[in-house]
T-cell receptor, first 114, second 115 residues
Framework: EAGVTQFPSHSVIEKGQTVTLRCDPISGHDNLYWYRRVMGKEIKFLLHFVKESKQDESGMPNNRFLAERTGGTYSTLKVQPAELEDSGVYFC????????????FGSGTQLSVL | AQSVTQPDIHITVSEGASLELRCNYSYGATPYLFWYVQSPGQGLQLLLKYFSGDTLVQGIKGFEAEFKRSQSSFNLRKPSVHWSDAAEYFCAVALRGSTLGRLYFGRGTQLTVWP
């Protein structure tokens, strides 16, 4: 069974550009989460999808970030325009069911904004 | 302030030695408690979790953790470390009454294992 897949694994862009990160969760997992780790700091929650609906987006930093989950399958996280402080590792995770506590994480996308 | 604290940023142990990674939390009600591990190039993997009951919980890869309410701690232990245990370890909590996948993480402890 395939795990959670994230693409790209690395992205280097200039300030002001747009970047789109993609996450393919494990098939059948209704819950999809985005997390971010800024260098030297803790991993922080960004948002949570249940199928195609945003359940909780309280962790999104500002309106430069837009997350979507098409048809309840894969998800994209777009940063537009990117700022220097957006640099970090973006993790995606998925889980099955409402009360399933086991998250399966992707290996992350390392985003560097220069 | 509510937080998860991992006081050790980096720990180095010799292969075969015992290991204890510390985690303290500061929340009003005891949260659900987790330990995750991230090996190089991999995603985070759940090692073990504590929800209630027996305060000593067993996990995968020979790890265990002990919940101590009086100390607000959930320390991770392993009796004998293997070179393959070199990784970054994260303590995390989920708040009771909240979504279990909405985690609050500590800053992580990087474990180096000497041969």
């Amino acid at each position: 069974e395939a795990g959670v897949t994230q693409f790209p694994s690395h992205s280097v862009i200039e300030k002001g550009q747009t970047v789109t990160l993609r996450c393919d969760p494990i098939s059948g997992h209704d819950n999809l989460y985005w997390y971010r780790r800024v260098m030297g700091k803790e991993i922080k929650f960004l948002l949570h999808f249940v199928k195609e609906s945003k359940q909780d987006e309280s962790g999104m930093p500002n309106n430069r970030f837009l997350a979507e989950r098409t048809g309840g399958t894969y998800s994209t996280l777009k940063v537009q325009p990117a700022e220097l402080e957006d640099s970090g590792v973006y993790f995606c995770a998925s889980s099955q069911g409402r009360t399933n506590e086991k998250l399966f994480f992707g290996s992350g996308t390392q985003l560097s904004v220069l | 302030a509510q937080s998860v604290t991992q006081p050790d940023i980096h720990i180095t142990v010799s292969e075969g030695a015992s290991l204890e990674l510390r985690c303290n939390y500061s929340y009003g009600a005891t949260p659900y408690l987790f330990w995750y591990v991230q090996s190089p190039g991999q995603g985070l993997q759940l090692l073990l979790k504590y929800f209630s009951g027996d305060t000593l919980v067993q996990g995968i890869k020979g790890f265990e953790a002990e919940f101590k309410r009086s100390q607000s701690s959930f320390n991770l232990r392993k009796p004998s470390v293997h070179w393959s245990d070199a990784a970054e370890y994260f303590c995390a909590v989920a708040l009771r009454g909240s979504t279990l996948g909405r985690l609050y993480f500590g800053r992580g402890t990087q474990l180096t294992v000497w041969p």
